[in-house]
């Protein structure tokens, strides 16, 4: 790990610089719901900036104090960037966070736990549906329910399945190919 000199402190928020150009848009749903956040559990997470105050990583807090009325925000100044590195900081610092994925039955056993609808982020009514287990996906299975197994497969069973595939096909329409006139390229459609 290279070592840089860093140093935590509190400043004025109109102290604070935009990155100029900084492509990352912060939604009003997103500023609001990080002032609820930081509300409940302060502001956890400095905003970085370098050593003229401009703002590195932390936008969207920067936003959201703002929109809190607040005046002073924690941050972490990191010196020595070059402009170059401070663009690779900014850029790398969402797109790692990007990089994440959310294991959605690990959310669900997690809100149950929790067993309230007032968690910053989610609507009520996901938050109801998912602790009173009355979930649906929109192909209408409940998984709530456990699975039904078929316990034999007979012939019967087996023209049932063939007939349904049937009818399913026939009111599919056919795919059809066409070759791009510019660039030759083939599509279906």
Do not use: W
């Not at 609820?36 to 900036?49: K, L």
């Amino acid at each position: 790990m290279k070592s840089r000199k860093l140093e935590k402190k509190r400043v004025l928020l109109s102290q604070l610089k935009e990155f100029p150009g900084n492509p990352n848009v912060h939604p009003e749903g997103q500023v609001k719901a990080l002032a609820q956040s930081m509300e409940q559990y302060g502001q956890y997470y400095p905003i970085v900036v370098d050593e003229d105050f401009t703002v590195l990583c932390g936008h969207g807090k920067k936003k959201a104090l703002e929109y809190m009325g607040e005046k002073e925000a924690d941050v972490t100044i990191v010196y020595g960037l070059s402009d170059k590195q401070k663009k690779k900081l900014l850029l790398e610092d969402n797109k790692i966070q990007d990089m994440s994925y959310v294991n959605y039955g690990d959310v669900e056993k997690m809100i149950k736990e929790i067993g309230e609808t007032d968690i910053i982020g989610f609507t009520p009514e996901y938050l109801d549906a998912i602790i009173n287990e009355v979930s649906s996906d929109n192909m209408g299975v409940n998984f709530a329910e456990p699975a039904k197994k078929e316990q034999k497969f007979t012939p019967e069973k087996e023209a049932d399945d063939n007939q349904e595939i049937d009818e399913i096909e026939a009111g599919m329409q056919k795919a059809n190919t066409i070759v791009c006139p510019h660039c030759g390229k083939e599509f279906t459609l």
